[in-house]
Structure formats: structure tokens, C-alpha cells
């Protein structure tokens, strides 16, 4: 599921910290949020991994108190918001 | 102990371009006494380079370094160094950039990739975990960074890939190119692009998908958290380094007129202030991994004036001073014009605000006429004739051609008495403004890279909001006001504890502007050993950095007297400094005391053990940091310290 984050500053700490959340070691492979360019625009793309997607898809940070990938975001309030609709559409399939 | 070796990838990549070896080897030896990036690569230059090596002879070595915390969420982690025997100072030759192409040279597997020899044609290399390609690069030739950068993600339909290359001016040997990583950051000074155009190599692409693991995981986890708690509230992040501004001129600090001047005139304060021109056309932050304070970089689209219509995120303070109010342009956005210009020519904005600096006061000296410029006028705050020289001096056309030599050469050639203009430490275009700032002076000017503030100058002292008492605290000094930038004490010292932390924040790969560097709340050496120590599962305190980061330094010196002829006069402020006053501005009438200075500085070598008479390091100090050969080197081309 992709959304727009206009004021993402681009850094991928999320997706290094997400990495840590599923292997417990750091690498870009293994986030299941993926940082995506724009054209020209502010911000970045953020998309968050589901089932069928290529790669370890998103598992809502279960066992974490705060989602690791926000935790270490620098601009978290828009993080924050698309973590929660993402999370909620979740739970929607889920139910 | 354990055998995986943790935070580091492990490896060094060889590849050799005159034959087309690729090999690596074991990290581990080095990193002990070396510790990573900068300091292994100073280690592999003055092993292997034999003393007759010269710049551009395909034996000289061009060294990337990915930070020995690259790749793991540690503050501020993301810098790549590039090192090398550079053709600007004609001795070590060392610049940083954050970098992608850091971390995906650390995820495929490597934490430093030696370049040797010299292409027969214009090459790239491609790294992709195991598969090494020297690949043709024909067409990126002539291209600048941005369309090489757009025509290779366009022909391998890869919009993420990221990679550091040269532009025009690294190909053509302008003294002063630099290395720009993806588009908008520059491996700054040194000229180190130029030896990358000597060898044919246009471009570097790293694409990793191993994975970095620390030794202590919670415990690092814990700090990273902890730690990010020091940026709460800070907003050095909202104009990036732009934020100085104000400091500056209160501190004498503004470069106009080519040094002739250190305040901007009142009049102009605002109308150019850099801060609004930000405020005015950024549409989004810009940052990289680890950023404490959420991104330095603004994106600006520049929606009127000459320059509308460009996107680019080049908010850079240095490229402000050194070109933009160094040359009194008033316009605006010009210095987001003249960042992106040397971003895509692949020029460093020093070489270029230093050369057309001493040309444009040579001009209005008389020393230079239109006769030696091919008819250009050469007026204060003339943007048109900044660009149209800044692109010469990338394509090495006309007068350019001398301006792509630096300042220092540029003097040379011209003769005429115009090196008293020529602003510049040990042949390198200055861009400090070293009236004012004590500490910040003797850093820049005693630097082993020739110049630059990040290898020991107390940058501290020229940033606003710092407070004295927790300075003292932190530098652990006992001294009134260690930042008072006009004092003499205690600055030998401070600038010594600086060496420590800008080399150490170099090899492990941290920002200093996420550090005490910039603002004394920051993180500081003893949170970096925790990173540090945690990450490779081993307590690393900061003596031992203190000791690792002096005997880096001391073999900087050592590879320094091996292929010039520096000495205690080289590590003097350029002579305009030593012999005018401050002519206007909050300092007026300040002068650098020139039996103070001397003082200092002979405190300052006292400290490192190094002789006050030459600046050589003795026999003692080098044995005592293990580096015998060294003195047994130095004894042979007489250049021991007594
Ligand atoms: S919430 Fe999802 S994307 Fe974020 S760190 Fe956790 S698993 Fe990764
Ligand atoms: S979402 Fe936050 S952490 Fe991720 S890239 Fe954007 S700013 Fe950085
Ligand atoms: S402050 Fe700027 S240079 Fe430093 S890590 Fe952040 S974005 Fe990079």
C-alpha cells in the first residue's frame, strides 16, 4: 500500500530500523517500508509491505511498544498518520 | 570471543583498472589501530605509495571508506569518505560526503574499495554484492553529474540507484574537482575528482543486499533511542548549516570582497539573508540515515527571478560564503544557482569562489585587465561572469584555464605580486574567514588536508546558542569561556580535542553537524565509544580514540612531509590575515596577534610532540604510538622532529 509523505526528508532510517525489527540486524532487503523517489516533487513515497508484495511485508510491529519505524523517524507526526490508516486498513481485511 | 566480526562488513575491495584485478582482503588487521574509513585509507596511502608517486601517475591510490557504523541507525551514520595523494596541496588528500552509495557498498559486503591503476578508456564500476564490473562508459563522457546520473538509472531502468561520479571538471584535471554523490552532496576539497578523471573511472554504482549486524543489539538499540533524545527541540535542521547566519557576522565572519572585508555590509544584511531565501522556496526537507536533526538539506524550487525553474536542494553555507557573498553578489538565489552549477560540473565551490575571488580583487587592483581574462570584466557582484567562469574553469576554456589551478597556482602563473590576494592554506582556496575565531583559525590553518574546518577547527565557536558553562563541562577544560572566540586560551587544547572527534566522527562514518561540533548538546566522544563498543561487542573508551585518532593524524603529517615540503610557516593564517585588521563590521580593529599566535602554536606542538621549530614530529611521539617505521622514514629524508 503506498502513500505520499510530503514532508518524508527521504533518510530510509525507518526501513533500517525495520529491518531490525524483523531480523534483528540492519540492511535495506529485509524492511517491509520502502522509501520511493518522487518526480521532482516534495517528499517521498512511502509504501508499507502486504501479503503478495515482493519482500517481508509489514507486520503491524507486533511485540514492539512503538512501530520501530516510527520510533526512529525525524519527522514522525506524517508517519504517524499513515501508520494508522495502514493499520486500520489492516484490521479491516483481518475482520 | 566471538568469530563474526559485527558492525563491520568485513572486507576490502581492490580493483585494479590498468589490468582489471579485483581482489579483497581482510578488514580486521587495520581496524585495532585504524579504526575505518579515513584512517584505514591514510594507513593504505603511506604504505603503498611510493614516495615518487605523483597526483595523477596511475600508481596513486583513490580510497572510499564507508564509516565503520555505516548501515546501522547510529546518529548521524551515513558518511563515505574518498582519500588519496590529491593534486590541490600536492599531500593528503581526504573529503566526505553522506552517501547511499556508503551503505550499499557496506550491504554488498565492503567497508573500503581501493581504486588502482588507470582505464585505458573511460570506465564505471559497478558493485553488486560479489559481481565487480568495470564497465564502458563511453557515453557518460562529457556528461555532467546530473545527466550521467539520469541517462544510467534511465538505461538500466533502476530510479533508485545510487552512485558517486565526476563531472566535466574531474575528467579535463581541474585541480579542484571534486566527487558528487547521486546528485546534490559533494565529497568536498582536495581535488580528489581530478584523480578519479585521471584514472578514466566516471562513475561508481553500489547496490548491497547483505545485511549489517551489531555485536550487542539491545544495548545499541537502547543508545540510538536514548541518544536521539539530545535533538529534541533543536532547529539546526530547519535552514541547515545556513543556520549560522546571524553568529557569523556577530563574529566577524562573512567573507566579502574576497576576504577584504568580514561582515556584510549592513545595508544588505537582510536582503540577502540566507535564511529567508530558504523559508521563501523550499518545498521539503532532504535528509540521509541517521540524521539526529532530521536533514540538513532543504528542496528548493526557485519559483521567480534568473534562476526560476530550478529544483534542486543546495542550501549549503559554504557554497553562500565562499562564492556568493565572497564575490558580493546580491542576488538572492544565487547561491542555489552556483551549488547546483558546481554540483553538476562537478567542481568544488572553494576552488571556484577562491580563483574567481582572486581574480575579481586582482581586477580591481589593476593587476589583472582585460587583457589576461579574453576581455571578461571582472566586477564585484557580477553573477553572470561568476557562472560563465565557473563553467571555464570546468571545461578549462580561456581564462578558466588558469582559475581551474586554485587561487595559490593562478598566482603563481600570473606573478605580478597578486599572491598576497591568493587566499589559501597550503595551496588550498580558503574559505574560513579566519579573523575572529581563534580556535577556529588555528584548526583550519595547522589541518593536515590544507585548510577546511573538519579535522580539528572549534566550529563550535562560530555557532550560535552555545553555552559556556556545559562547554567546559564537555570539553573538560578550565578555562572561562572556552568558546569565546576571540581569546587565546585554552584553544591549542580545544583544538586538539577537535582532531580527536572530527577523525573519529570520519571513520566511523557520523555527521558533525550532529555533533558537539555544532552545537555543544549533541552527542559527543563518550556516546560514540557506547555506539561504538556496542556495535562490535567490545568496550572502546574514548582514550583509546584519543590514541587512535593521534596516530592517524601523525601519519597524515608523515605522508604530508613524505611528498611536500610543509612546515611551521605553512601552519600560519594566509598573510592578509597576519597582517590586516578587521576593517569594519562588530570587530573592527581586531587583529590576529602575531606573538600571541606564535604562542599559541608553539603551544599547540608542544602538545602533539612535535618540534616548535619545524613542526615534525619526534621520534617519541611516533614510537609511542606505535609507528617506528614512520621514524625511521622521516630520519632518512631528515624530516624528525627534535
Ligand atoms: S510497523 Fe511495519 S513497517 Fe514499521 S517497523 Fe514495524 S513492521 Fe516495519
Ligand atoms: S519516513 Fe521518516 S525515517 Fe522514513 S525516510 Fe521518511 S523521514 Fe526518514
Ligand atoms: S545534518 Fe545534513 S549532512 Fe549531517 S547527516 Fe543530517 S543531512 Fe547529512
Redesign the interface.
Known amino acids: 500500500m503506498k502513500f505520499d509523505m510530503?514532508?518524508?526528508?527521504?533518510?530510509?532510517?525507518c526501513e533500517?530500523?525495520c529491518?531490525?525489527h524483523h531480523?534483528?540486524?540492519?540492511?535495506?532487503?529485509?524492511s517491509s517500508i520502502k522509501i520511493?523517489?518522487k518526480n521532482?516533487?516534495?517528499?517521498y513515497i512511502v509504501e508499507l509491505l502486504e501479503e503478495g508484495d515482493a519482500g517481508i511485508s509489514c507486520d503491524c510491529c507486533v511485540g514492539e511498544e512503538i512501530p520501530l519505524c516510527l520510533?526512529?523517524c525525524?519527522?514522525s507526526d506524517f508517519l504517524r498518520e499513515i501508520l494508522e490508516e495502514f493499520f486500520s486498513k489492516r484490521r479491516q481485511i483481518a475482520e | 570471543m566471538s568469530e563474526h566480526l559485527y558492525a563491520y562488513a568485513g572486507k576490502i575491495l581492490r580493483v585494479n583498472l590498468s589490468n582489471g584485478e579485483i581482489s579483497t582482503e581482510p578488514t580486521t588487521k587495520y581496524i585495532d589501530d585504524w579504526l575505518g574509513s579515513t584512517g584505514i585509507a591514510i594507513k593504505i596511502l603511506y604504505d603503498e605509495l611510493q614516495p615518487w608517486v605523483t597526483p595523477y601517475d596511475p600508481m596513486n591510490k583513490l580510497i572510499f571508506g564507508a564509516g565503520a557504523l555505516l548501515?546501522?541507525?547510529a546518529i548521524g551514520a551515513n558518511k563515505m569518505s574518498v582519500s588519496t595523494l590529491g593534486p590541490v596541496t600536492g599531500g593528503w588528500a581526504s573529503g566526505l560526503s553522506d552517501s547511499?552509495v556508503g551503505?550499499h557498498l557496506k550491504?554488498a559486503g565492503y567497508d573500503l574499495l581501493v581504486i588502482e591503476g588507470k582505464a585505458s578508456t573511460p570506465v564505471y564500476l559497478w558493485i553488486e554484492d560479489e559481481r565487480i564490473e568495470i564497465r564502458d562508459a563511453s557515453r557518460l563522457w562529457g556528461k555532467t553529474t546530473w545527466d550521467a546520473l539520469d541517462l544510467i538509472r534511465e538505461e538500466l531502468n533502476d530510479?533508485?540507484l545510487h552512485a558517486v561520479s565526476i563531472g566535466p571538471a574531474g575528467e579535463n584535471l581541474v585541480r579542484g574537482a571534486c566527487i558528487i554523490q547521486d546528485k546534490n552532496r559533494a565529497f568536498g576539497r582536495c581535488g580528489t575528482g581530478a584523480v578519479m578523471g585521471s584514472k578514466n573511472l566516471k562513475m561508481i554504482i553500489a547496490k548491497?543486499?547483505?545485511?549489517?549486524?551489531?555485536a550487542q543489539?539491545e544495548r545499541f538499540?537502547q543508545a540510538?533511542?536514548e541518544y536521539?533524545k539530545l535533538?529534541e527541540g533543536s532547529n539546526l535542521?530547519k535552514y541547515g548549516t545556513l543556520h549560522c547566519y546571524g553568529r557569523k557576522q556577530e563574529i566577524s565572519g562573512n567573507n566579502w570582497k574576497n576576504f577584504q572585508e568580514s561582515s556584510i555590509p549592513e545595508e544588505l544584511f537582510e536582503k540577502i539573508d540566507p535564511r529567508i531565501t530558504v523559508k521563501k522556496y523550499e518545498?521539503?526537507?532532504?535528509?540521509?540515515?541517521?540524521?539526529?536533526?532530521?536533514?540538513c538539506?532543504r528542496?528548493l524550487h526557485i519559483t521567480e527571478g534568473p534562476y526560476k525553474g530550478l529544483?534542486t536542494t543546495s542550501n549549503q553555507w559554504e557554497t553562500f560564503s565562499t562564492i556568493q557573498t565572497r564575490l558580493a553578489i546580491e542576488e538572492p538565489t544565487f547561491m542555489v544557482k552556483a551549488n547546483a552549477l558546481c554540483n553538476q560540473l562537478g567542481l568544488d565551490v572553494n576552488l571556484v569562489g577562491g580563483a574567481i575571488g582572486w581574480a575579481m580583487e586582482c581586477y580591481q587592483r589593476g593587476i589583472i585587465t582585460e587583457k589576461d581574462t579574453g576581455g571578461m570584466k571582472l566586477e564585484w557582484g557580477d553573477a553572470a561572469v561568476a557562472l560563465e567562469l565557473a563553467e571555464k574553469i570546468a571545461y578549462r576554456k580561456g581564462f578558466g584555464n588558469i582559475l581551474a589551478e586554485g587561487c595559490a597556482k593562478a598566482a603563481q602563473i600570473i606573478g605580478r605580486d597578486s599572491d598576497y590576494y591568493a587566499m589559501h592554506i597550503k595551496g588550498q582556496d580558503l574559505y574560513e574567514v579566519l579573523r575572529g575565531s581563534v580556535g577556529w583559525c588555528l584548526g583550519t590553518a595547522t589541518s593536515t588536508r590544507g585548510g577546511g574546518h573538519t579535522t580539528g577547527a572549534l566550529i563550535t565557536e562560530t555557532f550560535p546558542n552555545n553555552d559556556k558553562e556545559k562547554a567546559r563541562k564537555v570539553f573538560n577544560i578550565d578555562v572561562d569561556d572556552p568558546l569565546d572566540a576571540l581569546s587565546y586560551e585554552g584553544k591549542a587544547q580545544l583544538v586538539k580535542y577537535m582532531e580527536v572527534s572530527h577523525r573519529i566522527n570520519n571513520s566511523l562514518g557520523i555527521c558533525h553537524y550532529n555533533t558537539i561540533s555544532v552545537d555543544i548538546n549533541f552527542i559527543n566522544l563518550p556516546h560514540i565509544a557506547e555506539f561504538y563498543s556496542a556495535a562490535i561487542g567490545r568496550e572502546v573508551s574514548v582514550d583509546d580514540f584519543e590514541e587512535i585518532a593521534m596516530r592517524q593524524l601523525n601519519l597524515e603529517k608523515a605522508f604530508n612531509l613524505r611528498f611536500t615540503d610543509f612546515a611551521r610557516a605553512d601552519d600560519l593564517p594566509t598573510p592578509r590575515d597576519l597582517a590586516e585588521p578587521i576593517p569594519s563590521g562588530k570587530l573592527r580593529g581586531w587583529r590576529i596577534d602575531r606573538a600571541e599566535y606564535d604562542r599559541l602554536l608553539d603551544e599547540y606542538y608542544e602538545l602533539h610532540g612535535w618540534d616548535k621549530e619545524t613542526s615534525y614530529p619526534t621520534r617519541a611521539t611516533l614510537e609511542k604510538l606505535g609507528l617506528k617505521q614512520v621514524a625511521d622514514d622521516l630520519e632518512k629524508i631528515n624530516k624528525l622532529g627534535k
Open positions: 510530503p514532508n518524508c526528508g527521504g533518510c530510509k532510517t533500517l530500523a529491518s531490525f531480523q534483528g540486524d540492519f540492511s535495506f532487503a529485509a520511493i523517489k521532482g516533487e516534495a517528499g520510533e526512529h525525524a519527522h | 548501515g546501522t541507525p547511499y551503505l550491504y530510479p533508485d548491497g543486499s547483505h545485511a549489517i549486524k551489531v543489539p538499540m540510538v533511542k536521539r535533538y535542521g518545498i521539503g526537507p532532504e535528509s540521509f540515515p541517521g540524521c539526529g536533526v532530521g536533514g538539506g528542496r529544483k
